[in-house]
């Protein structure tokens, strides 16, 4: 089957699969570590990549650590609170831990358009979405990856980063993907500069006084994924993180 062209795929910031094939939604109900979570992604996108599993959204919370991306600067780590890991995504440092959803996509570009700034762009609109449905204001910023909420009761030009945004694609499948904050302790970003920005802050729903569950967040982030990728279908935990796929790790 031929990819959709960029127009197809990207118009209105959506990135829809011809065939209508769901996406398996998995939802881990206890803290995933890094490590497991690193190598569950990476198998499940190169069963992807071999058209031997189907694409997939892998929703976790991890223990407090910090990860480095692929333009992280050294100095950006200021004190190493928690355990440090090369993430292999692009970007520089940021904070994974308990109250922040985090969203991992494997999805097929040559089914989707093949653009990865289209990609990006879709999700950033997918956390946009979801935090507007909670009354949250999200925003681009031009240069700046993630999405960034105006705080005026901060001082004028104050912006404080709700959503991280760090993605790799390998043979045109793409993984790891988004960090939502909705209640984690925010103090933890303390020791690093999150993704590089030294003049603003980062914030979470619950700093905006929206308290809310996780629950009711994958909730609406379910149904915002579907209206920009298409349908999704339950899936298992267990797919991504048994020996078979395990196996498949390059």
């Known amino acids: 089957m031929e990819a959709l062209t960029d127009s197809q795929s990207c118009a209105g910031g959506k990135l829809m699969r011809a065939d209508g094939a769901p996406v398996e939604w998995i939802i881990s109900p206890e803290a995933v570590p890094y490590p497991t979570a690193l190598a569950g992604m990476k198998a499940r996108a190169a069963a992807v990549a071999a058209g031997s599993a189907p694409e997939a959204v892998w929703l976790v919370e991890h223990p407090p650590l910090y990860t480095a991306g692929t333009s ?8 190493a609170r928690f355990p440090v890991y090369e993430a292999g995504r ?17 999805l097929d570009l040559t089914r989707r358009g093949r653009d990865i700034r289209c990609l990006v762009n879709g999700l950033e609109g997918w956390v946009i979405d979801t935090l507007a449905a909670h009354n949250i204001v ?25 959503a991280a945004i760090g993605v790799r694609v390998s043979k045109w499948v793409t993984f790891h993907g988004i960090s939502l904050n909705v209640a984690p302790d925010l103090s933890h970003y303390a020791g690093i500069v999150p993704c590089g920005i030294t003049d603003q802050g980062v914030t979470s729903f619950e700093d905006l006084g929206q308290l809310v569950s996780m629950a009711e967040v994958d909730s609406v982030l379910r149904a915002a994924f579907e209206q920009r990728f298409g349908a999704t279908v339950a899936g298992s935990e267990e797919s991504l993180v048994s020996p078979a796929l395990a196996s498949q790790v390059a």
């Open 138 to 162: 999200g925003e681009r910023r031009e240069g700046r990856v993630g999405v960034w909420v105006r705080r005026p009761d901060k001082g004028a030009g104050r912006e404080d980063k709700i």
């Open 72 to 79: 992280a600067v050294a100095g950006d780590l200021i004190e």
């Open 90 to 106: 692009g970007g520089q440092y940021t904070y994974h831990g308990p109250g922040q959803r985090v969203a991992y996509v494997m």
